[in-house]
């Protein structure tokens, strides 16, 4: 599983996903088999850069989400496990194509694919895991839950070219940054939710909410994300400070950080994230400007809202471990910025 | 349509479509009409980029395969026209990932998109494509159906990582280079084909015999693009000759004339194919030693020898014109050899 979460902890963020781990601990052992079965192939490139990616530690998040989701609709059967991992390999093959748009180095403080076997493997070996993840997705025979997940795939890939459209763009509002991660982020996060439901046939209502709360766990997830871009915390997590700034990404900090500037900050913020021009110590200015205009707390207070509606999207389920489990995502999503 | 077919003149081996072509136009015009409606997008790049290949005047011949299979089995319904179009997006993404592996510069005598927009808008609108493809097999309904089509992207995805790994290596085999084409052409070609069966659920041997028919079709079509690739015909038909040379692309072409020749010629194809080292006149001088061993007429030979399996595939059908012209399109894709 690779996630050792320390329960003793209650500051720690992480302490807020023990319940969920714990809860889904049995099925995610069979997603995490059926991961390294699927990802494997006689074609010896496709599993050793699969694996690269699968044995990089993330958290599966988003595949805990559909089993936690499906068990709290009292899910009885086996599909969960089959959409969970379907779930993991659209998320694994979009980071492989993102590595790639962004021409990214590290990914989880690893070399990237595209690094160690190139560009051209990583597009084809994302397509291979995509390819993958439709075949599980049919074998578990839910039309519904196809609906739901190829929408999500087209989504996805929208959301990654309105990103590439926008990039470098300072003119770019709050409504388009959010544009952008509600397709790139909060649509896997709502799919995965959402399939949870479909599985088990449960009422319209129940679906809706899991979708809803999937979307807005995914919000806040990728607000707090971009927020800890800048922030000294993601140097203590093992992670480079300042990626989205050297890529010109506009997340909600920038945003922000540049609506509130004065005339002199927005030149300084279309030199180093429009024209690329970054110098020595641009990014400890960058991180000052977000300080002064609280540009960094805001992106978080925008993430609590989002937080709030995925937290009463729950609400319509009857008192549960797994409905209190996936309360507490909220928590732990919105904890990391602290 | 974009495909103009004289078929009075009975030497042309476009005349050999023109069956298909008027059997399938009306049904072709609604494909038509949905390609262009799911290529839209309200993120501009999208349509922009997608209508760049799909005006680009391929012959479109893997609909046309699903739409008549599908009709020669007697379906009634509308399916077969969502399918087909599914079949071009998955057809359309993969060009348009194959250029950023192969780092093309024409399709069809245009620029690549990835020229005009970038590799990074290349892989994520070919991501979209292949959204929109599942999605329009989800409206279908047909389990069978999408099990066909996902197992197929699977496999086209495994086969162009197969052809990466095999690229430069000139001590790959018949069987080897056959294994990549199977992949990367033929299990499209079978999918189309099977796919107008599935979705009528006819028996078995019917569903079996169209998906062999698609395979060994597609089989013979590629041996025959591989061998135009070396041939004066291709420039005739506007396209540039000596592309896979100058990708290191081993093809049979290749591989026969490498075997048969001595070992004074295999330093020379080891030089321009494995160490990219090619100098004027190389491809004059390759394609004289493909001449001289006959390797190019051979390639030909196998594209009948699977042209031939084709047709036996379709034997078990009753006559009809449906059949008839699936029969001829046999002829048309190893008559473009001529």
Redesign the interface.
């Known amino acids: 599983m690779g996630v050792v979460v320390p329960l003793d902890d209650a500051r720690d963020p992480a302490a807020k996903l023990g319940p969920l781990v714990e809860l889904v601990s049995a099925d995610m052992g069979r997603v995490n088999r059926i991961i390294l079965d699927k990802a494997g192939?006689n074609?010896?490139?496709?599993p050793q850069l699969a694996r690269h990616l699968i044995d990089s530690g993330g958290k599966r998040l988003r595949p805990m989400l559909t089993l936690a989701a499906a068990k709290m609709c009292g899910y009885a059967g086996d599909g969960h496990v089959l959409l969970a991992s379907s779930v993991e390999f659209m998320h694994t093959a979009t980071l492989l194509?993102d590595d790639?748009?962004d021409e990214s180095a590290l990914r989880r403080g690893k070399p990237t694919a595209r690094l160690v076997w190139g560009?051209?493997?990583s597009?084809?070996?994302g397509?291979?895991l995509?390819?993958?993840a439709?075949?599980m997705?049919?074998d578990v025979?839910s039309?519904k839950a196809?609906?739901i997940l190829?929408?999500?795939?087209?989504?996805?890939?929208?959301g990654?070219?309105?990103q590439?459209?926008a990039s470098k763009n300072m003119a770019t509002t709050e409504d388009e940054y959010l544009a952008v991660i509600e397709a790139k982020t909060a649509a896997l996060f709502s799919a995965a939710a959402e399939v949870g439901a479909a599985v088990c046939d449960r009422p319209q209502a129940e679906q809706a909410g899991l979708r809803s709360y999937g979307r807005n766990l995914g919000l806040a997830f990728q607000l707090v994300d971009d927020a800890l871009d800048y922030s000294g915390e993601q140097a203590r997590l093992g992670k480079s400070v300042g990626d989205d700034f050297r890529e010109g990404k506009i997340t909600l900090p920038v945003v922000l950080a540049y609506r509130r500037g004065s005339e002199d900050e927005r030149t300084f913020w279309k030199r180093t994230l429009e024209t690329a021009a970054i110098a020595e110590g641009d990014l400890e200015h960058a991180i000052a400007l977000m300080q002064k205009h609280g540009s960094l707390a805001d992106t978080i207070g925008r993430a609590r809202h989002y937080g709030k509606i995925a937290r009463d999207d729950l609400e319509i389920f009857p008192d549960s471990r797994h409905k209190s489990a996936l309360m507490d995502v909220v928590e732990f999503c919105i904890g990391r910025a602290y």
């Open positions: 192939s074609v010896e490139l496709i194509h790639v748009v560009n051209q493997a597009v084809l070996v397509d291979f995509l390819g993958q439709f075949k997705m049919v025979g039309l196809l609906r190829a929408n999500a795939a087209a989504v996805i890939a929208e990654e070219v309105m590439l459209s």
